[in-house]
């Protein structure tokens, strides 16, 4: 049967530079990780959450950051990318309108026209 594993609390730094606690095997902890106590493991986890974004529902399975985020400058230029779609599209019904005009000419040129070659 298996020895038990030699585990404990141990303090390891995070990728943010701050601490964490964590309860593993002691040989499986990484090199600069330091063994702590219990309370010192809870004392640190407090931390961490208290650094912690808070979030808020907005739907349900859906959270966003508690603080507001100022949107006017997406909202400005989705306004502007708007009326030049509007301006763009005035433009293409214009030229369509006149291509339209083109053809309808070019069918009536040619309406009598019966393939046969003239002098």
Partial sequence: MR???DMGWYEVIGDDGYPRACHGIKRLMPDGSKEISLEEAQGISEAVRAREVEFVSLEPGRSAPAAAVDLSGIHARLDALSEESIAH??????ITSQVE???GAVNDMTA???GEKME
């Fill in 101 to 103: 005009r083109v053809e």
């Fill in 112 to 114: 009598g026209l019966t």
């Fill in 89 to 94: 599209t005035e433009k293409l019904e214009a």
């Fill in 3 to 5: 020895e038990p594993e």
